[in-house]
């Protein structure tokens, strides 16, 4: 017989502010929870708000590692909540929202808003006045292996761990992140998008944008799709360059 | 009182919403969007497997058109679906996918010349047609005789989603995301709206328009263990019910999916049957095969689920502390393929279970995965009850999927529905009908009226812990109203749940008190409205006396067209019914161009309706006819149910093909 | 089509701090060597010392050389610093969310940066006054005077803390160098960024040795020569005219 070993106890630490509390500040508190088998913080999440403090604030929405939603910092590091197994952490765990967002309240952020502010200032669609959509025609083709190498781009979920993860973004919030440039290399490399460098160049050709990099690569470390950050950063940087002695 | 006027309001930024928010922007009216989360992350992301339109480009698919699309969609429906919607669908399903190449989709491509597939456990090669080469592929998924499922790799929701929502981008769609619709907003049979609740900061808005959409999604957090996101909760069904006035049609249709991972329910796509992937039970036996000779793995997900069950109630399920599972093998694949095509379903693996699908078997077992029920409307989406509210997209029963969906059909009515009901809404804004004529006393009502009962749930005491009751309904359902049903448990199931919707109007929110962001507060409200949908869904069950696609009745196994060849339509016209009031509709042979048939999984056990062979022999009669006369295949099908009148104009083209219409 | 006009500075600055931290990266690899050449011996540092004042070129030595190099690199490591010290944290509320960033992440490329960061604010002072040094007084390198000036004029302490920095933040520079341009990157990133970053620590580590040795032996010649009977080495074979 092999011997059932007793579970371990979690001590689960939460950063908890309520910023329409008034009489709220930012403070620890931990909750203690019997471990199980496959357990998520998904699931531990749920898990106190059910049993223990039903006021806890956090966002899930397909708890299956897809839609981004669930980011935050585990130990300090930001990742996605509802993929990470209490069984690859310590049993202490510190949880705290992600930095630099919104706070909706505890663990839970506006990402959207500043997605959505990110993508209308990259115009992050497909500019092409020339060609007319004809629905009824056979679609313009496209190299298989461009589809996929635009697709491996494509792939970001907006998670924003990327922007928790990078130092240059915490001094200076205006700049774009590895979030925005990896939509710009990804519309670079697409054809159907009819913008020329000097475009992209407006926007991303400054402190703000690409050249602000300092190459922390906390962007890259942390990405929880792997995206290849660093690779496309550079790329955007080389092109910029480019583009920067070809105009005239 | 915060009133914000706009011309539409589409409750839902999923595929569906976002498509009709577009369509309605295009025709020169302002939309806005309400959504729970920030629109790209809604569940729509969560599709890997693909869209259904009969492209044809693959070798695969040679050979395909809207006719075989459309035979098998009504076959999967199990003759249930609406037939001039599914015509409609499908002819509209190849422009709405080169639509979304045009906006950004990258869409998986034809790679000319051989390459390996794995088919029927056996590797063969196919060879890809030079012209070919560069248009979008498709793969094999369950239910379809060709080759039809366009896809992303294995992300096909998310960059369909995504192209969706940054085009509301670039067409400058007001998005109001965190914004719950909780109430409609009507008058004397006509919508005006929406009450709906700022879930960062607690304010109720009252949004006004000419026309609303429901483009909510599904309702499979009604079971405990759901493919679905969490936030699929029956939201818009239970908005429409609400209303007293609107109706939800096939509420019991509901669709489990043969292959989510054991215990959590997530989901791996069909797509690793569809690239050859195999069931195998406790012994490592492929037993599809013994079932379904024909279609094996990949015969329609209703079918897979309940074969899957049966072999675990014959004791061939691997035993574990979550109960039975089996087994689904993607190894043969080989580990490029499953790192290329299926990388969703790898990080799902090594995230969640610890294992490598490239060596390891996956446990999965049959998990609730779609609603095919939803909202009851016209083929313009439009209610048949409550003019001005509209709804599309799986929030929607439009009525496509009859009473199983075929996959990758859903990703792709969201996307067809969507540009078409953009259209006659857009119709609707143009012809005086649209005028708003509520007073505004009146919209006040409504706001004063949600103000109060969330007021009342956060002052009540010694009431429900709302946690316990929604656990518990998420139990009847999954026990009793699943993939086998029968009389007893239903019966157990109305009777319980009516017991559990009396208990939830005495629910108290405990501690968490505050008006702002509130968990416990949503969870209370939500809780009360999704008993009464599980309420229609298992009354539904309980009264269908027969078997047909997803819903599997034990003691009445037979499909009966005589009786039941009609949709289950619920309503909640008074709100102190403590059960929803059913009527039907009647489906109609004489008009089909399909008239039912046998679907070709094990024995017909059909108790065909009288009506069925007139049809029939008329519909044969005329196909002979036009034959002999030359006429293509269009004209006889116009001959057979014309519905090109019905379509938008700009709709009505003829779709090109490689070697047709070109 | 008509190209729109774009502000090029940004590209330029920053293609010229990537260029002017690989020159003085370059130049700090070969300097350490050249320098290391003591390890051998007297004569060979020696040697070193007359080629760069141009002894083999011209048949005597023209001290006014390294001044010129001197000066040259000043004016480089002069606008690499000052085009880098933009990247530096320009308040204290940027300073102080970098470090609550750095000791939460606990990330190794971050850390890096911080390294570079302290590293190149310690050589704004001790690779100032180095180099105004060797301007100064070009003639006073070799063996023994240099010897000297690490005992008696006190740098050795000051050259040991320019020694760590600069060598960590050359090495540190030429990886992030590789990063920021994909110099070099292979099919998977991951693995040639990992095989950089072996490559950064290997050479810090090698780097620091050799300094750190030759510095060594520039103090004990410091320590036991003695200084009252011969000031400037004398080679034994090259005889150069006074001049
Ligand atoms: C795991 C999984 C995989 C799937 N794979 C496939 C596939 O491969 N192929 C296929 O064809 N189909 C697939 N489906 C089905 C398909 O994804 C869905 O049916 C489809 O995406 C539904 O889209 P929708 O726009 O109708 O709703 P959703 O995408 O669910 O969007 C609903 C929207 O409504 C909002 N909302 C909900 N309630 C409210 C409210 N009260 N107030 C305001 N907003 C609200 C939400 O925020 C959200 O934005 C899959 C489903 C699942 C669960
Ligand atoms: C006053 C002296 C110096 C200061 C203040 C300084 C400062 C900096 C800073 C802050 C960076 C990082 C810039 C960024 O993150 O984008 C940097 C990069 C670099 N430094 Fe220095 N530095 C100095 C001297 C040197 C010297 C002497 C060398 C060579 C040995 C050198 C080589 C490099 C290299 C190779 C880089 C990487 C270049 C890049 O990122 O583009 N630096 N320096
Ligand atoms: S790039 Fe990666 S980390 Fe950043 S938002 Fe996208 S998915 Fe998240
Ligand atoms: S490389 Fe560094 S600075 Fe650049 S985006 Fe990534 S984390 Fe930020
Ligand atoms: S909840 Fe969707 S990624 Fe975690």
Redesign the interface.
Known sequence: MSKEKTPRILKIGILRF?P??PEDVPHMETFEIEES??M?LYIVLNEI??HH?????F???????????CSM?VN??PTLAC?T?T?KLDENITLAPL?LFEL??DL?I????W??NL??HL????H?KE?E????????????EL??E??EL??C??CGCCVA?C?TI???PEFVGAVGLNKIARYHL?P??KR?N??Y??LI???D?V?G??????CE??CPKDL?L??K???L??M??K???K?? | MKVIYTDVLIIGGGLAGLRVATGVKERGHDAVVLTLVPPKRSHSSAAQGGMQASLANSHMGEGDNEDVHFSDTIKGSDWGADQEVARMFTHCAPKAIRELAHWGVPWSRVQRGDRKAIINAESVTITEKDEAHGLITARDFGGTKKWRTCYTSDGTGHSMLYAMDNKAHEDKIDIHERLEAISLIHEKGRCYGAVARNLMNGELVAYVSKATTIATGGYGRIYSVSTNAIICQGMGQALALESGVATLGNMEAIQFHPTAIVPVGILTTEGCRGDGGLLLDKDGYRFMPDYEPDKKELASRDVVSRRMTEHMRKGKGVKSKYGDHLWLDITILGREHIEKNLREVKEICENFLGIDPAVDWIPVRPTQHYSMGGIRTKYTGESQTLKGLYSCGEAACWDMHGFNRLGGNSVSETVVAGMLVAEYISDFLDSSDSNLEIHTSKIESFVKKEQDKLDALLSKENGEDAYILRRRMEEIMMDKVGIFRNETDLKEAVDELQELLKRSKNIEVFRSKSRAANPALVNAYRTQRMIKVALTCALGAYLRKESRGAHSREDFPKRDDENWLKRTITSWPDENQTMPSVSYEEINISTMEMPPGFRGYGKDLTKHHPMTKVRQDSVDAVVEKLKAEGKDRFEIQDALMPFMDKLPKKYRGINARLGENI | MKQKKIDKTPARLDFTQSVTGLILAIFISAHILFESSILISNEAMYKVTIMFEGYYFFGETYPGIITFFAAAISVIFVVHAAIAVRKFPNNYKQHKVMREHVLRMKHEDTSLWIIQITTGFIMFFIGSVHLYIMMAEPSNIGPFASSFRVVHEHMGPLYFLLLLSVVSHAFIGLYRLAMKWGFMEGKNTKVSRARFKFLMKTMIVIYIIVGSLSLAQYTYIGLTHDFSEVKKYKSKIIDLRAH
């Not at chain 1, 899930?60 to 939603?69: D, E, L, P, T, W």
């Not at chain 1, 115009?123 to 497909?126: D, L, Q």
């Open positions: 309520d329409h509390d088998d496959g998520t708000r059910e403090d039903n006021s806890l604030k966002d899930f929405v397909c708890r299956a590692g897809i839609c981004g939603s910092l300090g590091r993929r197994l069984s930095p909706i309240g839970s506006y990402t959207g808003k997605m959505r993508n209308e115009e992050t669609w497909i092409d060609n959509l004809e629905v009824d025609k056979l679609e313009e083709k496209m190299e298989p589809a996929d635009i697709y494509d792939r979920v907006e993860g130092g915490q001094m200076r697409d159907r998008d020329t000097a475009e160049y407006e050709g400054d402190e944008g050249f990099c300092m190459t922390l690569l906390g470390d942390v290849p660093q690779s950063i550079a790329y940087r080389r910029m360059i583009t920067s002695m105009n005239n």
